[in-house]
C-alpha cells in the first residue's frame, strides 16, 4: 500500500507539474503564473498521506503546508531581487539559484524547530489558519506594485521540462514516504518543496532571460496562497467526505475561492499600471 501510494502521488505530481512553465510560457506571466500555481501537487500528496498515515498525518501535515507557502512566497520574492545583486557575477543564474534554495532550505528549518517549539499549544486547524493570513499578507505586500509580466517568446526545451516532472514527483514521493514513517510535520514540508517554481523559475530563465521569471514571481506568489486554501479545507474534507468527494471539494473551494478571484483582481492592477499583456 505504502509503495504505491507513493508511485501514483509522485508520477501524478510529475504529470501536473510539466504544465505551468508550458501555462507560463504561453499566456503570460499573469496568467500562467497565478492560475498555473492552483492547487496540483499539493492533491496527490494529500490523498497519498491520507491512504497512507490517516486522518491524524492528514491534518498535521495539512496544518504546516500554509506556512510553507509563506517560505516558497519569500523564495519567489528572492528571484525577483537576487538577479538584480547577482547581475555582475559569472553565472547570474547559478548564484541566484543556490541562494535561494540555500535560503529556503534555512528558513524550513527554523519553521519547523518553531512549529515544535513556540507553536505547539496551537490545534492544527488554528496553524494552518495563521499560516494563510501570513501567507496573504506577504504576497500582497509583494503584489502590491506590479511589476511586468512579459509572454515568453522561445520554447522551453522537451528536456527542462521533463527534469522540471520528475523533481516534482520526487518531492511530493518523499513527502508521501515521510508520512508513511510517522513524520507529518516533515512530510507537510517537503510536500511543499519549491520544485514547481524552482523549475519554473530555472527553465523560463533559459529559454527567456531574467525578466519573464522576474515578473511570473509575483503572480505565482499569490497563486500560491490557493495552495493553502487547498490544506485548511484537505484537513477537514477528506477525512469527512472520503478521497474523492473530498479532494473534489478542497480543490473547487480553493479555486473558485482563490485562484479565479485573485487572478480578476490582479489582472486589473495590472491594467491600470500598464502592465498586461
Do not use: C
Not at 30 to 48: D, Y
Not at 54 to 73: F, Q
Request: aromatic share 12%; no cysteine; charged share 5%.
Amino acid at each position: 500500500m505504502l509503495a504505491t501510494s507513493i508511485l501514483f502521488s509522485a508520477l501524478f505530481a510529475g504529470l501536473v507539474a510539466t504544465a505551468v512553465t508550458v501555462a507560463i510560457e504561453k499566456w503570460g506571466g499573469l496568467i500562467g503564473g497565478l492560475l498555473g500555481t492552483a492547487p496540483s501537487t499539493i492533491v496527490p500528496a494529500a490523498i497519498g498521506m491520507y491512504t497512507v498515515g490517516g486522518e491524524d498525518a492528514l491534518v498535521t501535515s495539512m496544518s504546516v503546508v500554509p506556512l510553507g507557502m509563506v517560505l516558497n512566497a519569500l523564495f519567489l520574492g528572492a528571484w525577483i531581487f537576487f538577479p538584480r545583486i547577482f547581475a555582475q557575477t559569472p553565472s547570474p543564474l547559478f548564484a541566484v539559484t543556490v541562494t535561494s534554495l540555500a535560503m529556503w532550505a534555512i528558513m524550513g528549518a527554523v519553521m519547523l524547530w518553531s512549529v515544535d517549539n513556540f507553536f505547539d499549544s496551537m490545534s492544527e486547524t488554528s496553524l494552518a489558519a495563521f499560516g494563510f493570513v501570513l501567507l496573504f499578507i506577504v504576497a500582497v505586500m509583494f503584489n502590491w506594485k506590479p511589476q511586468a509580466a512579459p509572454k515568453g517568446s522561445k520554447s522551453v526545451s522537451k528536456s527542462v521540462l521533463i527534469a522540471r516532472g520528475s523533481m516534482a514527483a520526487l518531492a511530493i514521493g518523499i513527502a508521501v514516504w515521510f508520512s508513511g514513517q510517522g513524520q507529518p510535520l516533515l512530510a507537510g514540508l517537503a510536500s511543499v518543496f519549491p520544485a514547481i517554481f524552482i523549475t519554473s523559475m530555472v527553465a523560463l530563465w533559459l529559454a527567456q532571460g531574467p525578466s519573464v521569471p522576474q515578473g511570473a514571481a509575483g503572480p505565482m506568489m499569490l497563486g500560491g496562497a490557493s495552495v493553502a486554501i487547498y490544506a485548511n479545507l484537505a484537513m477537514w474534507s477528506l477525512p469527512a467526505y472520503g478521497v474523492i468527494l473530498g479532494t473534489l471539494i478542497a480543490w473547487f473551494g480553493s479555486v473558485l475561492g482563490w485562484s479565479v478571484p485573485a487572478f480578476l483582481v490582479l489582472k486589473k492592477v495590472h491594467e491600470r499600471a500598464d502592465l498586461s499583456d
